[in-house]
Structures are given as structure tokens and as C-alpha cells.
């Protein structure tokens, strides 16, 4: 069974610029989150959708971080414009509807310069 | 909103030490999992606790649910190199809820 596929693996951009992250969950995870962990932390949860709607956004900086899984399966996560405190890794989960066992991809790491 | 604290933050060990770290929380959770990190990748779950009191094993790797819900603990026997690496727990109230993650012990063992 193929795992989560995150895309790009790394990503330097420089401030006020835009970035987009895509995510592939696991064929047939309704649940999907969207993380930032910073150097030395544990992962944040910024959203998580269940099938194409928003069930947490509440740590989500709408003024500048977006997403979307339009149809329930695969998701982007977009920044504009980026800022220095955004260099993180953004991993992406899935899990499968009423399930409690997350799986990663690999993640993005983001450099913001 | 809900908190978990992560400890110890590191350790330093000798290959073939035994290792404990715990994982508190400040509400209750229904549903607890360990995750390893290596470097430049994510998190990989290790084991899964369904029910407060159980204790369940993954190899040399035994993790508890505490009787309160509101702990757990992973303990690691007779380490090797190849456990190095950033070790977290994260709760889940139910299946709907977020999934929360503690801070992250960071595991370095010597040979």
C-alpha cells in the first residue's frame, strides 16, 4: 500500500513570495491534517479535513495560509506571502474515516530567506 | 487548548541501556500513539493505546496508557544505534478530534 505522498520534499523561497505544498493521503483516508513543525518542536496541527470539508482550521493563519481538498482527496496548502517564521516543515497525515492511527509523508521542509 | 508535556527533552544513553520517557496531558484522551522522527523525515507510528490501563508491546518497544488518561509512557529495552532519533507521543480524544503532539524527546545513543 503506497503511504502518503508529499511534493516538493524541500522549497526555498524568499520572504513576501508564494508557495504551494501538495499532499496524496492513503487511498481511501477521509481524514486528512496538514502540520507545521518548527526546528526542535513538536508538529502544530494547522487543519484538518474530513473528506473535502474543514473539521479544525483553529491554528490555521487564515491571513496568509490557505487550503483545500476539493475533492476529497488530495490537498494543497498555500502561504502568501511568506515570512521568515513560517521556515518549518509541513508534513501532511491521513487516516481512515472513524480510525485513530495517523500516517505521515515525508514532508516539506520550507526555508523562508 | 490542549497540552501535552514531553519528558525527559533528551537523553544520552549507552547501546544496550534500557530507556524510559513519558508523555502528560492536561486533559483526557481516549486514544494514545508514539511516533519516531529520523532526520529529514516524518514521523512513523510505533504503537497504538486504545484503552487506559493496557500495556502493549512492539518488539523491544512497550508503551502504557495510564489508568487517568491523561499519561503514557514508552520504554525502550536494550537500545541500539539505531534507535537514535526524535521520539513523540501525540492523544486524540475520539476519531473526529484533533490529534495533538507533545513537544519530543530526543534519544542519542552511544555506542
Known amino acids: 500500500e503506497a503511504g502518503v505522498a508529499q511534493s516538493p520534499r524541500y522549497k526555498i523561497i524568499e520572504k513576501r513570495q508564494s508557495v504551494a505544498f501538495w499532499c496524496n493521503p492513503i487511498?481511501?483516508?477521509?481524514?486528512l491534517y496538514w502540520y507545521q513543525q518548527i526546528l526542535g518542536q513538536g508538529p502544530k496541527l494547522l487543519i484538518q479535513?474530513?473528506?473535502?470539508?474543514?473539521?479544525?482550521d483553529s491554528q490555521l493563519p487564515k491571513d496568509r495560509f490557505s487550503a483545500e481538498r476539493l475533492k476529497g482527496v488530495d490537498s494543497t496548502l498555500k502561504i502568501q506571502p511568506a515570512k521568515l517564521e513560517d521556515s518549518a516543515v509541513y508534513l501532511c497525515?491521513?487516516?481512515?474515516?472513524?480510525?485513530?492511527?495517523?500516517?505521515f509523508g515525508q514532508g516539506t521542509r520550507l526555508t523562508v530567506v | 487548548g490542549q497540552q501535552l508535556n514531553q519528558s525527559p527533552q533528551s537523553m544520552f544513553i549507552q547501546e544496550g541501556e534500557d530507556v524510559s520517557m513519558n508523555c502528560t496531558s492536561s486533559?483526557?484522551?481516549?486514544?494514545w500513539l508514539w511516533y519516531k522522527q529520523d532526520p529529514g523525515e516524518g514521523p512513523v507510528l510505533l504503537i497504538a493505546?486504545?484503552?487506559?490501563?493496557e500495556l502493549t508491546s512492539n518488539g523491544r518497544l512497550t508503551a502504557q496508557f495510564g489508568i487517568t488518561r491523561k499519561d503514557s509512557f514508552l520504554n525502550i529495552s536494550a537500545s541500539i544505534p539505531s534507535d537514535v532519533g526524535i521520539y513523540f507521543c501525540?492523544?486524540?480524544?475520539?476519531?473526529?478530534?484533533?490529534?495533538?503532539f507533545g513537544e519530543g524527546t530526543q534519544l542519542t545513543v552511544n555506542p
Open positions: 497525515a491521513s487516516r481512515i474515516s472513524g480510525g485513530t492511527e495517523a500516517f
Open positions: 487511498s481511501g483516508h477521509a481524514t
Open positions: 479535513f474530513q473528506n473535502n470539508g474543514v473539521v479544525d
Open positions: 486533559s483526557i484522551f481516549n486514544t
Open positions: 493505546l486504545y484503552k487506559a490501563g
Open positions: 501525540a492523544g486524540l480524544f475520539d476519531s473526529g478530534s484533533r490529534l495533538t
